[in-house]
């Protein structure tokens, strides 16, 4: 396969990955809110904490394929989602407070930007191979 066709398959299992993360946010949510009765915020936080275990297993074992440590690719995943966090707050802000886009609009203008450059990350930097010293390059 292509270095092309490697990314572009990546990128559509990164779609399925973060898909299905976001089906059990959306679940937790619902769940918590309309059937025990939390606050939606609330709901919504601990959907969101829920999310991050199944997104990590599903771009470390599916989307990247990766053979790096769980300690250390672990710990770039949340390094990279809560930088993609402060991207989105960032261009959030811009987007609704400077620009005066309608925030929905700018949400999801906002959420593929931060889609794109959180993929481009974890390809290059959470998920990557490491040389090892043997050279095989399966190393965290």
């Avoid at 930088?83 to 700018?106: C, E, H, M, R, S």
């Amino acid at each position: 396969m292509t270095d092309m066709s490697t990314t572009a398959a990546q990128f559509l299992r990164y779609g399925i990955a973060g898909g299905s993360a976001l089906g059990v946010h959306l679940l937790v949510l619902w769940g918590l809110h309309y059937g025990f009765g939390v606050d939606k915020v609330l709901a919504s936080a601990l959907g969101f904490l829920c999310a991050i275990p199944v997104n990590y297993w599903l771009q470390h074992r599916f989307v990247f394929r990766s053979q790096s440590d769980h300690r250390v690719a672990a710990a770039r995943y949340v390094a990279t989602t809560l930088a993609g966090l402060v991207l989105n707050t960032v261009l959030f802000a811009v987007a609704t407070l400077v620009l005066a886009i309608p925030y929905l609009l700018a949400q999801v203008a906002v959420t593929v930007l931060v889609f794109i450059a959180n993929f481009l990350v974890n390809r290059a930097f959470t998920f990557a191979a490491r040389p090892t010293p043997d050279g095989n390059g399966a190393g965290a």
